[in-house]
């Protein structure tokens, strides 16, 4: 039952930039993962890219290399930026705080998500 707030969508051009936002706790944003999944209709919820307490950073081929996960521990934010974007990152982005449990077993919390749309 935690609290993500994800701001920043909204419609952009191929091949265009856009930054999305998500809000934390300090206590959510301190003892989770913090990372980015998306939806697309006809698609199942898939994860974008992720970074650990330690900096360390997970991201989707089809991203890799045009979008870039960071974080900003003074405001508990975590940010994505999507840049050379293309129709087919048309999506509702969630923001997720994610939690390793035993037998690697997941937890996630997530934000009400934010809608990209990327037009041609």
């Known amino acids: 039952q935690s609290q993500l707030v994800e701001s920043g969508g909204g419609l952009v051009q191929a091949g265009g930039s856009l930054r999305i936002s998500c809000s934390a706790s300090?206590?959510?944003?301190?003892?989770?993962?913090m990372g980015w999944y998306r939806q697309a209709p006809g698609n199942q919820r898939e994860l974008v890219a992720l970074?650990?307490?330690?900096?360390?950073?997970v991201y989707a081929d089809s991203v890799k290399g045009r979008f870039i996960i960071s974080r900003d521990n003074a405001k508990n934010t975590v940010y994505l930026q999507m840049n050379s974007l293309k129709p087919e990152d048309t999506a509702v982005y969630y923001c997720?705080?994610?939690?390793?449990?035993?037998?690697?077993?997941?937890?996630?919390?997530w934000g009400q998500g934010t809608q990209v749309t990327v037009s041609s």
């Open positions: 997720t705080a994610e939690t390793t449990l035993s037998f690697g077993a997941k937890r996630n919390s």
């Open positions: 970074i650990t307490s330690s900096g360390s950073t």
């Open positions: 300090r206590t959510i944003f301190s003892s989770n993962a």
